[in-house]
């Protein structure tokens, strides 16, 4: 089955700098990678996602770029601010509703 | 829109008993899906059920059943609860797979805000 690697667990950074996660998979058939952000007592909530048919995707502070050929997609979050600061995960999937997702990453931003 | 409602938000149950979880997914969306959160292993995927039929399945003990309505709500039921069935649970639902030339696309999932169970 499909595993997903994400690094780092642990992300601070000062307000204002980029945070970068990055996450590895294994299933070259996969074609779906979203990317969630669960704040605390809270569900996790897409942020953005890209698909295999492209190579990255930006939505004003955030972007997501997809190496197919490295299996391994990145969330780039530039200007970061305090409301940042929540658990990140991605995930990857290939049309079966079952998403396979990454450990998360706890982002910290401090003001 | 209203969002996914997940019933109750918190729930303390004892050793043994068992437990029934509801989650209403987004209107017009048929596809549910449970997953078990907790700090040491993350997101686990439980079952997916589509049209009232459970289309996919975890690893996880027989213990763990769910079901889906014909309006599409759908619940889970823990039976024989153990100490490590602590955990947040999550519901998501989704639309339809998009089949394309290029092939299935899964669509978004819409999380709704879990439920906290509590073995004691």
């Known amino acids: 089955g499909e595993n997903v690697e994400q690094h780092p667990s642990t992300l601070s950074v000062q307000e204002g700098d980029s945070a970068v996660i990055k996450c590895t998979y294994s299933?070259?058939?996969?074609?779906?990678f979203p990317w969630y952000k669960q704040e605390l007592g809270k569900g996790p909530q897409l942020i953005i996602d890209?698909?295999?048919?492209?190579g990255e995707k930006k939505d004003q502070r955030i972007a997501v770029t997809l190496n197919k050929t490295a299996k391994h997609f990145s969330l780039h979050i530039t200007e970061t601010q305090p409301e940042d600061s929540a658990v990140y995960f991605c995930?990857?999937?290939?049309?079966?509703?079952?998403?396979?997702f990454g450990r998360g990453t706890s982002l910290i931003v401090h003001p | 829109k209203a969002g996914v409602t997940q019933t109750p938000r918190y729930l303390i149950k004892t050793r043994g008993q068992q437990v029934t979880l509801s989650c209403s997914p987004i209107s017009g969306h048929r596809s549910v899906s449970w997953y078990q959160q907790t700090p040491g292993q993350g997101l686990q995927f439980l079952f997916e059920?589509?049209?009232?039929?459970?289309?996919n399945k975890g690893n996880f003990p027989g213990r763990f059943s769910g079901r889906q309505f014909s309006n599409s709500r759908s619940e889970m039921n823990v039976s024989t609860l153990e100490l490590g069935d602590s955990a947040l649970y999550l519901c998501?639902?989704?639309?339809?797979?998009?089949?394309?030339?290029?092939?299935?696309?899964?669509?978004?999932?819409?999380f709704g805000q879990g439920t906290r169970l509590t073995v004691v």
């Open positions: 995930a990857a999937s290939r049309g079966s509703y079952i998403p396979t």
């Open positions: 059920y589509f049209s009232e039929t459970q289309r």
């Open positions: 998501a639902s989704s639309l339809e797979i998009v089949k394309t030339t290029r092939g299935l696309w899964d669509t978004e999932a819409f």
């Open positions: 299933d070259s058939a996969s074609n779906y």
């Open positions: 890209i698909r295999s048919n492209v």
